[in-house]
């Protein structure tokens, strides 16, 4: 494989995230395999755009990195399919606007893609908690709660299901295949924190692409930033819900047998042997045992009522999401509008 073949898409909504914008673009621009160009998708935030465009104003005459407004509706899905239409790589990587990945993530990720069978290679997403420690109560099992690798998944490199949008790459012909990212199921600026849009794009790309193969790498690594709001539990506990609805969402688009499958493991086999561990420390007195315990039981409560409550509504009104046409930067060619 030549170099300069990954575009790299990082989705950016606020200034807030200012520095954290600045550092994981930095982190692209340091790959040992480097990167074909950087694309910061701005989310309907015309400040942010402009300061943005002065602040890589040299580097995009290079066409090391270039700024483009979200062209579709507000949210994280039409974002990255903005990226996806303007790449001009083979791969299309995604990082998230408050990470930083490490020096051979993108080498690792190209690795992957020697078989031509592969069509996505996601990485492993490590918290930088802005407390400097992990909350002594905050189970591993749910880092997925704040956008990081669980415990429980398997190590090294190794088949799944879907793989993890914040740290991902697919083959761009696998847009191709299966279109772009649904509009409507995953997040939209600070709004309920929504997700699982990885996830239905996964199962449609596999059902378009029945010999398709996904992996997981977990040498491909990134460090993304826990701000202080989301170490405390009531976001924990608002996130678990939201993943439950979420997750209700995709089930129905895509059936309970692939949407849940992965789920039935890790509900039946981690999040069990989690509360043993918790329950074991604090016999053991070690701080943090009853707290982990307590949080694990909580977020499964709390996910199932949501999907439950998920379950209902989109039975009632159907699953409004649709997959957006990814329309090829300079070709005019896009893919047929579908109801997801």
């Known amino acids: 494989m030549t170099e300069h073949h990954f575009s790299v898409v990082v989705c950016v909504y606020t200034e807030d995230r200012w520095e954290d914008i600045l550092a994981a673009v ?23 755009l402009e300061r943005l465009r002065a ?36 791969f299309v990587a995604f990082l998230d606007d408050d990470a930083v990945a490490e020096r051979d993530w993108l080498r690792h990720f190209a690795e992957g ?18 407390s400097g420690r992990r909350p002594a109560w905050f189970p591993e099992e749910f880092d997925w709660v704040v956008g990081c690798t669980y415990r429980g998944l398997p190590p090294g490199r190794v088949v799944v299901r879907n793989v993890l949008g914040g740290n991902a790459s697919f083959r761009k012909s696998a847009f191709d295949a299966a279109g772009g990212f649904a509009t409507g199921i995953g997040r939209d600026g600070d709004k309920r924190p929504l997700g699982c849009e990885e996830t239905e794009l996964c199962i449609r790309l596999a059902k378009a692409l029945p ?54 493991r890790y509900t039946t086999r981690v999040l069990p042997a989690g509360v043993v561990r918790g329950v074991r420390d604090a016999v053991l007195g070690r701080a943090g045992g009853a707290g982990r315990a307590g949080a694990i039981v909580t977020g499964v409560a709390v996910a199932a009522g949501g ?33 997801a």
């Open 307 to 339: 999907y439950l409550l998920g379950t209902v509504r989109a039975r009632r009104n159907g699953v409004s999401f649709q997959v957006a046409p990814i329309e090829h930067a300079g070709t005019g060619e896009s893919e047929e509008d579908e109801a």
């Open 211 to 264: 010999g398709a193969v996904l992996l997981i790498d977990d040498r491909s690594v990134i460090h993304h930033r826990v701000p202080p709001a989301r170490e405390r539990f009531g976001y924990f506990r608002a996130r678990a819900y939201a993943e439950g609805l979420s997750k209700a969402l995709v089930a129905r688009s895509v059936g309970s047998g692939k949407g849940l499958e992965s789920e039935r």
């Open 26 to 48: 930095s982190s692209v621009r340091t790959q040992s395999l480097p990167a074909l160009e950087t694309l910061l998708v701005v989310d309907h935030n015309e400040r942010l």
């Open 113 to 130: 893609y020697g078989d031509l069978r592969v069509m996505a290679v996601g990485g492993r997403t490590m918290p930088a908690w802005a």
């Open 55 to 90: 602040e890589f104003k040299d580097l995009a005459a290079a066409g090391e990195v270039r700024v483009l407004a979200n062209a579709g509706p507000r949210g994280l899905s039409a974002g990255r399919n903005t990226g996806i239409a303007a790449a001009r790589g083979e």
